[in-house]
């Protein structure tokens, strides 16, 4: 028995509710092989009584069967969360220049996260709010196109990027940094890598608020993000159907685990009107407001199917930069933005 051998099975335990092994999230701070046995140290830092339970549960299976192992014992250090509030918690921003995180997330792609992201970051900024966005979405990066951005960064004297700016907006994606046709291939900790460069290493100036457009599932960059940066809310983004809302509890269940509140669920796709003014419920009905009520959080708005919110986003122009008066998708975006300042207690 070696100490190999025991880090190889512990890489079989998933942390709960992300795709990632304990052994690279750094979780396992020691092996000790002992006559007639094994100890396992483990260190977790969480608020949820069944992550430390699950990891020694599931560190048992992957270890008691290992021929000639012996006893096995796993010593679990859990260190309690940051409170929501508390200096290190939710509530205090761990980037320099940068007052509230929100997170825009959702359990699957295709759901319309990043054009819901966008034009929230529009209509906050459209508040008088100085907002940015950052697109954590390495491999499918739309942020750029969304705005219209085809420049590319520069950096400063400390080797920070500078973020460019469109439609009042700070923007920092790998759309930037990127031609179209060049993909992103890399592997866990490249990835981990350039999430905390675009978090850490980024000039934000003087923001109200930061939107991060997270890319879609309960994978790495996820916990990254979560790890790195204090972040004071999350908004889930969902179709109606039920393929979309059993992903979207997977991604309200990841942050109930390290402890960031949901601010809500937004409903994207939720109908077509047709010029004769009659919905069509393409993606089924009623879906996302069962779901708010069921997980218990916020319905913070409905989003139907809209042409003229597609062209926007290809064309570089959000849909909610027209007048809410006069555009019922715009003021859609507006009132999410108004209940997600109420929600983060900003006047």
């Known amino acids: 028995m070696t100490v190999e051998t025991i880090k190889d099975a512990l890489k ?5 509710g992300f795709s990632r092994d304990i052994i690279s999230f750094g979780l396992v701070k020691g092996i000790e092989i002992e006559q007639g046995g094994v100890r396992v140290k483990i260190e977790v ?7 430390p339970e699950t ?3 599931d560190c048992h299976s992957a270890l008691d069967e290992l021929p000639g192992i012996g006893t096995v014992t796993v010593d679990i250090s ?7 509030g508390s200096e290190a918690g939710v509530g205090k ?3 320099p220049g940068v007052k509230h995180i929100i997170a825009v997330a959702s359990g699957k792609g295709g759901v319309g996260k990043s054009t819901v992201a966008a034009n929230l970051a529009v209509a906050l900024a459209n508040s008088g709010a100085r907002v940015g966005l950052c697109d954590c979405d390495l491999y499918g990066p739309s942020v750029a196109m969304m705005f219209g951005v085809k420049e590319r960064p520069l950096a400063n004297d400390q080797d920070e990027i500078i973020p460019l700016e469109a439609h009042g907006i700070q923007l920092m994606s790998m ?4 031609d179209d046709d060049s993909p992103v291939i890399v592997r866990g900790p490249m990835a981990t890598r350039y999430t905390q460069q675009f978090l850490r290493q980024v000039a934000w100036n003087q923001l109200d608020y930061l939107v991060l457009d997270l890319p879609p599932g309960t994978g790495d960059i996820q916990l990254t993000i979560v790890q790195t940066v204090a972040v004071d809310g999350a908004v889930i983004v969902t179709t109606p159907q039920e393929v979309a809302l059993i992903d979207a509890r997977k991604a309200v269940g990841m942050f109930a685990k390290v402890n960031v509140p949901i601010l809500g669920l937004i409903e994207n796709m939720a109908w077509f009107e047709c010029d004769a003014g009659k919905r069509y419920m393409i993606f089924g009905d009623g879906g996302g407001v069962r779901e708010a009520a069921r997980l218990g959080v916020p319905l913070l708005g409905q989003i139907p199917l809209d042409l003229p919110t597609r062209s926007g986003g290809d064309e570089g122009q959000p ?3 027209k007048d809410p008066a006069t555009n019922p998708i715009s003021a859609a975006f507006h009132k999410l933005a108004q ?6 207690a900003e006047p």
Do not use: E, H, M, N
Not at 12 to 16: F, W
Not at 45 to 51: H, L, N, P, W
Not at 175 to 178: E, K, R
Not at 339 to 344: G, P, S
């Open 12 to 16: 079989t335990v998933r942390y709960p």
């Open 45 to 51: 830092q969480t608020r949820d009584a069944s992550v």
């Open 55 to 57: 990891i020694f549960r």
């Open 78 to 84: 859990v260190k309690d969360a940051p409170a929501a």
């Open 93 to 95: 921003s761990s980037i």
């Open 175 to 178: 759309g930037c940094l990127l």
């Open 319 to 321: 849909v909610a930069l």
């Open 339 to 344: 209940d997600v300042k109420a929600a983060l």
